[in-house]
């Protein structure tokens, strides 16, 4: 199991950082969300794996799950929500502002387009 | 030490040439410290203060001088000692000091410094260091002698620019005090400085300083040697000046000014390079270079330590996680091989988000699961409505050659994070971890068993707390963001843009809306529970919130902007405000029972008809993260349906398009 989730956040992150390098604003949305995802279980899984462990306390377990990685990463994932939500609206207001989505501009093209 | 020795000796104004000698000492005191032996530190501290005796009388002796004569500049006086032979004893006094003649306070310091230099080797040689001590100290003796030749030795002239005479005894009494303590500590050391040379060394080398004495006379040691060598050597430049100053005046001229300005000057054009080779304004080119450094350092790292090997045994793969696994896996390919269409791509993040949710639930994280299923939701209603304005795909314009390279970069970083995380699972944990303080006073402490979210009301509630405003502050960006692009030049523009091609006949479908109206209050019901049983099973004002707000779009959805705008009485600001003080004023209330912020308490109660049923303190600020979430999620996504306004819409009065009941009705009339 501990092989799996290893691979699945470097493919993650290898997806991650190949979208977050392109030179449009959305798939840099897409990748940050990827690496998001990847970031969120590498937390989560420094508590270590468990499988059948109760997360409820119940007083009589011999083992439980580890809670802070859990509530660390409960906030990360509505955090990342929001911060998500704030990347889309600035790719979005760029994009109408300057009818636009490239991610690298040069200094003549900022902002004299929405006159033209 | 050398250089300033050096640019001091051939400097002609008096300041200058002191000032020069200070930088001089300056080194040589920076040098004993270096030296770093205990011994060396007390030279260093016991030369400070003979430097602060015989340099500031030179100071004074420089400034009597010019008050005299009208001038500091050296080739215009000397012949002073028949003017002012008071002025003359008080600085030969403390020039010969600075020289290190007997029986002074400079000659004490000097010799123990260049014995301190005598034993030290340097660059693997036993003469490197003395040597250069040597030769500093004869420069300093040369200048000093200089000081006292050039401006007081000599005949009388005639040419000076006034009158010199000694001065008032105003003048003199501050420099000839140091001057009698220059002779005092060179008499009698121990007895003058001593108390607080031990005190100050032992100060500096943060222990009681090394067994020593301060006393003139140390025999026939090689530092007396090396100090007559300095003496007779900076006669011999005394002499020789006139020939040694033509030589100077030819050679390059050594200014700290340029020396310092050239240095800051080669290192700003460096740095401007540097910069523009690096910045040149293309994102892309620095989210590059960051994740190249990224990898760069972590192989350091990788390569610095060994690790600790695989210390744990591993949890077997079952058939179905390794289904989920592959499914995220391709996935993952499928949104880097189709993200040129964007649809497309966000059905794989659909995909990937679900699969994480179910590995969480695998895993033993209910509370995560579904927190994450619900993220889930919004999250791609938001890069839907995003995509109404977006371009629906993204043009081919990378070269292969960048593909390449982004692609190898990539995988680097993916596998340095990949092993990364396997490193940290095959390994246990270094120290024992605080959850299980968490685990073992959740319910006693905290009044709950469900620990993770025990530890989010109530453990690090504080943490918590700054979230949930942190959330409801990236809602109002967006909202303002919103407002501006509605108010300006983009407002207008959208509003009249023409209608998109292809629109369903139906935009808010019968079965839809029916359907929606009929899951809201079960919703609802499901939200409340969940935040109910949060405190002690799976669930909370998070998740709680998610559902909500996702309840509520789904009626945006189906019924249309406008319906479900008209039957939203609380504005989402409103509500973001309401949740983030509920949470304060829970906070706030253990503070006026005189707990600290945000702690928590609980109680059981017994109300007729029910159970017994326990009310936490953390309940209420809770419900102030649910009114937060849902704020904050609903603002969001609503301020990015405000742009879809069109100008002259009039919001329709039915909730569906096509009612059979109106067509029934308006059939009959």
């Known amino acids: 199991m501990e092989y799996l989730v290893s691979i699945a956040v470097g493919v993650l992150v290898a997806g991650g950082t190949y979208l977050v390098l392109r030179l449009r604003t959305f798939p840099v949305i897409l990748g940050i969300s990827l690496l998001s995802y990847a970031v969120n279980l590498f937390l989560f899984s420094s508590g270590r794996l468990a499988l059948n462990l109760p997360p409820i306390w119940t007083g009589d377990a011999a083992a439980y799950t580890d809670p802070l990685p859990q509530a660390l990463v409960l906030t990360a994932i509505v955090i990342s929500f929001g911060m998500t939500a704030v990347v889309v609206m600035l790719a979005l207001s760029a994009y109408l502002t300057a009818r636009d989505d490239r991610i690298d501009t040069r200094d003549d093209d900022a902002g004299g387009r929405d006159q033209a | 030490m050398l250089v300033g020795a050096f640019i001091g000796l051939f400097k002609n104004d008096l300041k200058a040439l002191l000032a020069y000698s200070t930088v001089s000492h300056l080194g040589l005191i920076t040098m004993l410290l270096g030296f770093g032996t205990p011994m060396a530190a007390v030279v260093a501290v016991f030369h400070i203060i003979n430097h602060a005796t015989f340099k500031a009388p030179l100071f004074m002796v420089a400034g009597i001088i010019d008050h005299e004569a009208h001038t500091r500049d050296i080739r215009r006086l000397g012949g002073l000692r028949h003017l002012m032979p008071l002025t003359f004893g008080i600085a030969s006094i403390a020039a010969l000091s600075m020289a290190g003649i007997p029986p002074l306070n400079g000659f004490i310091s000097k010799e123990m410094m260049l014995e301190e230099a005598a034993h030290t080797d340097w660059l693997g040689s036993a003469w490197l260091v003395p040597g250069l001590a040597t030769l500093g100290a004869l420069i300093s003796a040369a200048y000093s002698f200089r000081f006292i030749a050039h401006v007081f030795l000599g005949p009388p002239r005639h040419d000076y620019p006034a009158r010199p005479h000694d001065p008032p005894i105003g003048f003199w009494i501050a420099p000839a005090v140091l001057v009698i303590l220059v002779v005092a500590i060179g008499l009698q050391p121990a007895l003058v400085a001593g108390p607080l040379v031990a005190l100050a060394s032992g100060a500096v080398i943060g222990e009681a300083p090394p067994a020593y004495t301060l006393k003139l006379w140390h025999g026939f040691t090689p530092a007396l040697l090396m100090s007559a060598i300095a003496i007779a050597g900076g006669l011999v430049v005394l002499a020789a000046y006139r020939a040694l100053n033509r030589l100077w005046l030819r050679g390059p001229r050594l200014e700290a000014k340029s020396i310092f300005d050239a240095i800051l000057d080669r290192l700003v054009g460096w740095a401007v390079s540097l910069t523009r080779a690096l910045h040149d304004g293309a994102m892309t080119r620095y989210t590059a270079i960051f994740m190249a450094t990224v990898v760069l350092a972590g192989t350091g790292a990788w390569l610095g330590g060994a690790g600790p090997g695989v210390a744990r045994e591993f949890l077997p793969i079952g058939p179905v996680p390794a289904i989920g696994g592959l499914l995220l896996l391709v996935a993952t390919g499928c949104i880097v091989a189709f993200h040129h269409n964007r649809l497309l791509a966000l059905i794989f993040i659909g995909v990937i988000g679900l699969i994480v949710s179910l590995a969480f639930a695998y895993l033993s994280a209910p509370d995560l699961a579904l927190t994450q299923a619900s993220v889930e939701v919004v999250t791609i209603i938001l890069l839907l409505l995003a995509l109404n304005f977006l371009p629906k795909s993204t043009p081919r314009e990378s070269s292969g050659g960048r593909r390449l390279r982004d692609g190898i970069l990539a995988s680097l970083v993916g596998?340095?994070?990949?092993?990364?995380?396997?490193?940290?699972?095959?390994?246990?944990?270094?120290?024992?971890?605080?959850?299980?303080?968490?685990?073992?006073?959740?319910?006693?402490?905290?009044?709950?068993?469900?620990?993770?979210?025990?530890?989010?009301?109530?453990?690090?509630?504080?943490?918590?707390?700054?979230?949930?405003?942190?959330?409801?502050?990236?809602?109002?960006?967006?909202?303002?963001?919103?407002?501006?692009?509605?108010?300006?030049?983009?407002?207008?523009?959208?509003?009249?843009?023409?209608?998109?091609?292809?629109?369903?006949?139906?935009?808010?479908?019968?079965?839809?809306?029916?359907?929606?109206?009929?899951?809201?209050?079960?919703?609802?019901?499901?939200?409340?529970?969940?935040?109910?049983?949060?405190?002690?099973?799976?669930?909370?004002?998070?998740?709680?919130?998610?559902?909500?707000?996702?309840?509520?779009?789904?009626?945006?959805?189906?019924?249309?902007?406008?319906?479900?705008?008209?039957?939203?009485?609380?504005?989402?600001?409103?509500?973001?405000?309401?949740?983030?003080?509920?949470?304060?004023?829970?906070?706030?209330?253990?503070?006026?029972?005189?707990?600290?912020?945000?702690?928590?308490?609980?109680?059981?109660?017994?109300?007729?008809?029910?159970?017994?049923?326990?009310?936490?303190?953390?309940?209420?600020?809770?419900?102030?993260?649910?009114?937060?979430?849902v704020g904050a999620v609903m603002l969001a996504l609503e301020s990015l349906s405000r742009l879809a306004h069109r100008r002259g819409e009039r919001p329709s009065p039915y909730p569906m398009d096509i009612d059979p009941s109106r067509t029934a009705q308006t059939e009959k009339a």
């Open chain 2, 415 to 629: 596998l340095g994070a990949g092993l990364l995380t396997f490193q940290i699972q095959a390994s246990n944990f270094s120290q024992a971890s605080i959850s299980a303080y968490h685990l073992a006073n959740a319910k006693p402490g905290g009044g709950g068993t469900n620990v993770v979210n025990v530890i989010l009301v109530d453990f690090r509630g504080f943490d918590t707390f700054g979230e949930i405003i942190v959330l409801g502050i990236a809602a109002l960006v967006i909202y303002a963001l919103t407002e501006t692009l509605l108010a300006g030049a983009v407002g207008r523009r959208l509003a009249v843009r023409p209608p998109d091609t292809g629109e369903a006949g139906d935009s808010h479908p019968l079965m839809m809306v029916i359907a929606t109206r009929v899951m809201m209050p079960i919703t609802l019901m499901v939200a409340l529970f969940i935040f109910l049983r949060g405190h002690n099973q799976p669930g909370g004002g998070f998740i709680a919130g998610l559902v909500v707000a996702i309840a509520l779009i789904m009626q945006y959805m189906a019924s249309g902007f406008d319906w479900a705008a008209a039957r939203q009485k609380y504005p989402y600001h409103g509500i973001i405000a309401a949740g983030i003080f509920a949470a304060l004023l829970t906070g706030l209330g253990s503070l006026v029972l005189g707990y600290p912020f945000l702690t928590s308490s609980y109680g059981y109660f017994k109300l007729p008809f029910i159970e017994k049923f326990e009310l936490a303190t953390a309940m209420a600020f809770d419900a102030g993260v649910f009114l937060c979430v």
